[in-house]
């Protein structure tokens, strides 16, 4: 054992984030595209409707979906660089990309005049 109790195993703390960011990204992407595809759903009551509606929450839920998404992605990057840990990195680069699926495709959308689809 090391010095101050460590055993000497070393853990990238940039895994762990990329991983917490993209899947809570990741969550919130999700909950857009069931509202996408399901505007009727019962989930979540009164907050249901609004995203629904694309109302208030929607937008905020995008730009958090977007912002987690991203932060996965990068800290997936930048955890790659240690060189350990190839799953727990791709891991957090396919949260990441899940969080950013909803946003970037509606932001898409919504530059081009919308292309069709549920979007």
């Not at 190839?86 to 891991?91: P, S």
Request: no cysteine; net charge positive; proline share 3%.
């Amino acid at each position: 054992m090391g010095i101050f109790g460590s055993s000497g195993k070393t853990q990238n703390p940039a895994v762990g984030m990329a991983i917490l960011a993209g899947a809570v990204g990741g969550v919130m992407s999700l909950v857009l595209w069931l509202f996408a595809y399901r505007p009727d759903t019962g989930l979540f009551g009164s907050y249901g409707r609004e995203i629904a509606a694309q109302g208030v929450i929607h937008d905020q839920l995008r730009i958090l979906a977007a912002v987690f998404g991203g932060i996965g992605v990068v800290s997936a990057i930048v955890a790659s660089f240690g060189g350990r840990g190839r799953w727990t990195t791709a891991t957090g680069v396919v949260l990441g990309v899940i969080g950013l699926s909803y946003p970037v495709l509606t932001w898409v959308a919504d530059l081009t005049g919308g292309i069709g689809g549920p979007l």
